[in-house]
């Protein structure tokens, strides 16, 4: 029973949805789907029983003429109604929901905290989940709508075979509960099927997507990496095929007992029942009986549907859980509330700090301790995994530490309101991206209003965009990109990069952090942007990581991690002067150099 | 026309996978249809003449009787078919299909993965295929089923009333013209919002993608977003709003010929010839009349179902491009194959240009490699030497000239063998979720000797004591693809593995391209080194930003704007004093004063 108000209310959720974005669709289908079912009745039942008890009373042409307008009018009724609804109220509501449902979606998703998106667990129970939500509403949505339509079908033929013949109630009862007994047994059978299933369906999802992305054609071509995947693909077809073949046999027999009992065996009695009727004890008349197969024929074939929908619907359910979760969801770090954070440049220290990833047995932090004064640039170096980019993602707040924690000119950084905090933050990643915006747009990374393109033209200026700026027609305005329009400019791989080196500049930030924007450069661009960073960071506290250790010997302290722990610390030339493992990596990457 | 083609081609895919399912599939339907005819028309007429004529009851057992071994012979069916036979034949189709589509996908240039359109069609095709193939039979099948099943009740009528059968005929014909109109109204609204679509397929992503997140996180650009999808929805809402609107009108005027056509004109000029001329018994009224619902009703779901046809035949359409699909760089058969010696490379005037751009990448290069040369290919982004390497190895045809290998043009050797004839490691090089072992080897390993050198190749590339302290060594199944167990290796280590493929393959030409962009320091020094003690006795060519790399070349070449700037060795660029000597002292000047 629980399990059964649990069902009810996670459909009564989405219907909400559903109805908030498109309740004219939403109310006028269900009327829909119960006049269809009326006039299916109607034209198909109920019209038989009355022209044929009709002719054998000997009723008049006119008297049944009149009846047959009647029921045509009822159907012509019923399309215009259908045209209105099923077409065009459908065709609105799929896109106003769709819409709708995303729009309330992306709210929640882009208030989600960074942690959520990078833990594989998370992301597929929350933002994944959350991605499938249109899908599954029009799906849901079908779903409610052959609910009532074969309700209401049970009710009018199974009313009209009870109307006709009180008896065949107890067929009908014995149908239902035959059909709903053997049923829960299949979709158990199923259910375990699809449970086994899965993982091989992964693995051979996996494949397809090896032969169609365009970043694993090069090395296929030059390889016969084919012939292995090609032998796991039939191992896993084939262990699929098993699987089907096993569960098969099984479903077949309930099949088989599910349709001989109801189909077959009792279909056989009620038409014996129907025709000792008729002919023997003649209570029921030619148009009855005649109308009667007819009902019961419409009956069966409903039972099944409703049944089956019924099965959906619980399945369907289970999606509601994780959609409710993350509704549920609260953030810890996104929009809370918290103080303004100080705009000039402050201390920045952190204290103790450990961090561990959600899930994961190790820390990728420990025990950090670390001053950061006003204006100092900091280079953070190490090994592969050492931990530099958690740092820096620690101290724009992009995570919370796990212990310790992390000060901002002597309050802690979780006092402040991320929004504010990170305002005073410009930053260039790795793996940054650029968005199907205008050119502005991507820099301010928000509207644009008027009296910041200047700021935001001088940005792109610093950057060294300048050249390429020239050369688009509509300026800071370029659509970029071809997501949106075909006129959108697809920029190369450095360009992007300026663009988003531009958003630090444009930005009116105190402290800037770059995690290795500088690795796809080559070396005349690189060298350009330090030196631009250097001149134009005079102002600020830089923060940035490198595995190229030219650059770091521009900074006024270097931070070297190993095993997310600092092993050394202190200038360049200090660094050079105990020889340790800075030294070493510094004397390895510059031995060619040093000819 | 074309959609009865393409459907057919879908057909045929099947039946080349399993004939016996597709027949048996378009009897099942036939059979299901059919069998509403069979209760409502044929039993049900017996059963009422059987009373008029004043049959025993026995007789009406008897009918009865047949009509129990009929449904239990269906049920037999539908449920071995239902139940057992589709899921099984379903993998079958499914593996065939997958197949067939690899074998292309391999097969089809390099070059189409860079143009948008045939890309795009050949996403949809195999994102799609192996729920459309099932889409298309099911609905071919119930196609023929309905078909089946309105001739049947036609000849039903026209038995008793032959008169109406024009009429009929003209009503659904109008019927169904009207509904073709429909559908092409529903695909034109469907290609006109394709941008929009498109708009809100985007603006989903930035809020899903993890790779977006952190920007999103850190300023407001989720607003614009948010803003051209709310431009892209009132546009959708306009266009759907056009085409709908006079599409559901037809539908309702196609109701006017359906209801009031058949329905009511043909059941009341039966009731009328019954009553008014006594032309037949009250069994045949009620086998003809429930013959013309059941050909109403088909009528309507012929039309419903041709909809999908269309669609499905679209569908089909892309798929047969991509199949029919001529490549261009083929397998040459009977092409030589490749010595197994040091091999000489030679380029001659070598012009490139990508498909669909007017400027050359490539600009007549000539380029001489002998035997065991240590060559480096240097320069800014998008100077053309990754287009290069790929020119060299075949991924890619020459717009002009010529590339030689051994003396001769490297189109006449047989295509798989010229490629094996390097090994490689990519900038944007790929792990398979495949044992380390098949990783390395790049197929599975025949015996001891191919297991042998996958070990030494990772010994090689530096990642021998990680192997060891994995319990399951070289059969350790890498990425979590496959198996929840696997195991996933950090960036540098993933690399370590591309490299070591070089190592394993016995090749005698390696081109390296920036292999070591993400590697810190010291494994980036320790991969160098180890490289290039691998590769001693082969020909090298790599590609780097790191000049430090280049010092040890044999020589050098500066590309810039897809030319050759300037060659020579280290020590020639560098007292030549051009650009190359500029871009080294930029990156070592920092080096020689840190070191000072």
Not at chain 1, 357 to 376: D, V
Not at chain 1, 464 to 487: M, Q, V
Not at chain 2, 374 to 386: D, L, Y
Not at chain 2, 482 to 503: C, H, N, P, W, Y
Request: charged share 25%; glycine share 6%.
């Amino acid at each position: 029973m629980k399990k059964f108000i649990h069902i009810v209310s996670n459909h009564l959720l989405m219907a909400k949805y559903f109805f908030k974005f498109a309740p004219a669709y939403f109310l006028l289908h269900f009327l829909f789907c119960i006049y269809v079912s009326f006039v299916d009745m109607l034209a198909g039942t109920y019209s038989v029983q009355y022209i044929f008890n009709g002719l054998s009373d000997g009723k008049g042409f006119r008297e049944i003429f009149i009846f047959l307008v009647f029921v045509s009018l009822a159907m012509l009724v019923r399309h215009i109604f259908g045209a209105v609804t099923a077409e065009y109220l459908s065709a609105m509501a799929a896109t106003k929901v769709t819409a709708g449902l995303n729009k309330v979606i992306f709210e929640k998703a882009r208030k989600m905290d960074l942690v959520y998106y990078e833990t594989p667990k998370f992301y597929t129970d929350f933002v994944w989940a959350a991605s499938q939500a249109e899908g599954k509403l029009g799906e849901m949505y079908g779903s409610w709508c052959v609910f009532v339509a074969r309700l209401s079908d049970i009710i009018f033929f199974g009313g009209f075979m009870v109307a006709t013949d009180g008896t065949l109630m107890i067929f009908a009862v014995v149908l239902l509960v035959i059909r709903l007994v053997i049923s829960g047994l299949r979709i158990k059978k199923r259910y375990s099927m699809n449970v086994e299933i899965k993982p091989h369906e992964r693995r051979r999802d996996y494949m397809t997507r090896v032969f169609y992305l365009a970043d694993y054609a090069k090395e296929i071509r030059l390889s016969d990496i084919h012939k292995t995947l090609f032998e796991r693909l039939k191992k896993t077809m084939a262990k699929i095929r098993d699987i089907n073949d096993k569960g098969g046999k099984k479903l077949m027999v309930y099949s088989l007992i599910q349709n001989m009992s109801t189909e077959a065996v009792l279909d056989f009695f009620m038409y014996l029942y129907l025709c000792v009727k008729t002919i023997i004890t003649k209570t029921l008349k030619f148009g009855d009986l005649a109308s009667l197969t007819n009902a019961v024929w419409n009956f069966t074939g409903s039972a099944n549907e409703f049944i089956r929908v019924l099965s959906e619907l619980g399945e369907q359910s289970l999606y509601v859980d994780h959609f409710r979760n993350f509704m549920a969801y609260e953030p810890e770090i996104e929009r809370q509330p918290g103080i303004e954070a100080p705009k000039e440049p402050s201390v920045i220290s952190l204290k103790n700090v450990s961090f561990k990833y959600e899930g994961a047995e190790n820390y990728s932090l420990k025990n950090i301790n670390l001053e950061i004064k006003p204006y100092e640039k900091i280079a953070v170096v190490g090994y592969n995994g050492a931990g530099k980019s958690t740092l820096v993602k620690l101290i724009m707040r992009l995570y919370d530490v796990t212990e310790g924690e992390i000060l901002l000119n002597g309050t802690n950084i979780k006092k402040y309101e991320a929004e504010s905090y990170r305002k005073t933050f410009g930053s260039v990643f790795q793996d940054y991206k650029v968005f199907a915006g205008t050119v502005a747009e991507n820099v301010e990374m928000d509207f644009v209003k008027e009296e910041r393109r200047n700021i935001i033209e001088e940005s792109l200026r610093k950057s060294g965009f300048s050249d390429k700026l020239s050369t688009l027609k509509k300026g800071i305005d370029t659509p970029l990109t071809r997501e949106f329009s075909d006129e959108g400019v697809n920029l190369s791989g450095g360009e992007e990069q300026k663009i988003a080196i531009s958003r630090i500049f444009a930005k009116n930030c105190s402290y800037v952090i770059l995690d290795e924007p500088s690795s796809a450069l080559d070396p005349i661009s690189e060298y350009k942007l330090n030196e631009t960073m250097i001149t134009l960071s005079e102002k600020k506290t830089v923060i940035f990581i490198s595995h190229r250790l030219s650059t770091t010997c521009m900074a006024d302290r270097i931070i070297m991690l190993a095993n997310g722990e600092i092993i050394e610390e202190g200038s360049h030339d200090y660094l050079m002067s105990i020889n340790g493992k800075y030294a070493e990596m510094f004397n390895k990457q510059a031995e060619k150099y040093v000819v | 026309m074309k959609s009865f083609k393409n459907n057919f081609y879908m057909l045929r895919l099947m039946c080349e996978a399993t004939p016996l399912r597709v027949v048996c599939h378009i009897i099942r339907w036939i059979w299901f249809r059919a069998g509403e005819l069979f209760y409502s028309v044929f039993m049900l007429r017996f059963i009422m003449k059987a009373i008029e004529d004043g049959k025993n009851f026995g007789y009406i057992i008897g009918l009865l009787l047949i009509m129990l071994c009929y449904s239990a012979l269906l049920s037999l069916f539908s449920s071995w078919f239902d139940e057992w036979y589709v899921p099984k034949t379903d993998v079958t189709i499914q593996e065939y299909l997958l197949e067939k589509m690899y074998k292309k996908a391999i097969e089809c240039d390099l070059s189409c993965y860079e143009n948008p359109e045939f890309y795009d069609k050949y996403t949809r095709a195999s994102s799609e295929i192996l729920t459309r193939a099932k889409k298309t039979l099911d609905n071919f099948s119930r196609m023929v089923g309905i078909f089946v099943t309105v001739v049947s009740s036609a000849v039903v009528i026209a038995v008793w009333e032959p008169v109406v059968i024009p009429f009929i005929i003209f009503c659904g014909v109008i019927s169904v013209l009207i509904d073709k109109k429909r559908t092409m109204m529903k695909y034109k609204c469907m290609t006109e919002t394709t941008p929009q679509r498109r708009t809100f397929e985007y603006v989903k992503r930035t809020v899903y993608l993890q790779d977006y997140a952190k920007e999103m996180r850190l300023g407001n650009i989720f607003l614009p977003m948010l803003g051209y999808f709310n431009n892209a929805l009132k546009r959708a809402l306009e266009i759907i709003h056009h085409y709908y609107g006079m599409e559901a009108w037809l539908r309702a005027f196609r109701e006017l010929f359906m209801s009031l056509g058949t329905y009511l004109a043909v059941q009341s000029f039966i009731v009328f010839r019954y009553i008014e001329q006594h032309a037949y018994n009250l069994s045949d009224v009620i086998t003809v009349i429930n013959a013309a619902t059941i050909l109403q009703r088909n009528v309507y779901s012929f039309s419903w179902n041709m909809a999908d046809f269309i669609e499905n035949g679209l569908y089909a359409e892309n798929l047969k491009i991509f199949f029919d699909y001529k490549t261009k760089i083929t397998e040459n058969e009977n092409g030589i194959i490749p010595q197994n010696t040091l091999h000489h490379l030679t380029l001659k005037n070598v012009s490139f240009t990508y498909e669909g751009q007017t400027k050359p990448t490539i600009k007549n290069i000539s380029i001489d490699i002998p035997k065991g040369q240590k060559v480096a290919f240097v320069g800014h982004n998008g100077a053309g030497k990754s287009t290069l390497v790929k020119l060299i190895m075949r991924l890619y045809d020459v717009t002009e000239g010529e590339i030689l290998l051994d003396g001769r043009n490297i189109k006449e050797y047989k295509l798989s063998d010229y490629r094996h004839s390097f090994g490689t490691v990519f900038q944007d090089f790929k792990i398979f979720a495949a044992d380390i072992d098949e990783n390395v080897l790049l197929y599975p390993p025949k015996n001891d000797e191919d297991r042998k050198r996958a070990r030494k190749a990772v010994n090689e590339s530096g990642l021998g004591d990680k192997v060891d302290s994995l319990e399951k060594g070289m059969k350790t199944q890498l990425t979590r693809e496959f198996d929840d167990e696997g195991t996933i290796l950090s960036g540098g280590e993933f690399q370590k593995i591309a490299v070591a493929r070089v190592f394993a393959k016995q090749s005698h030409i390696a081109i390296l391209d920036e292999p070591s962009s993400a590697l810190d320091p010291i494994s980036e020094y320790e991969m160098f080194e180890n490289m290039m003690k691998a590769c001693k006795d082969k020909t090298v060519i790599f590609i780097s930003h790191r000049l430090s790399s280049a010092v040890s070349a044999d020589m050098i070449y500066l590309l810039e704007n897809g030319e050759v700037a300037e060659k020579g060795t280290h020590k020639e660029l560098m007292d030549m004093g051009g650009k190359y000597a500029k871009m080294f002292e930029m990156q070592s000047k920092q080096y020689r004063e840190g070191r000072e």
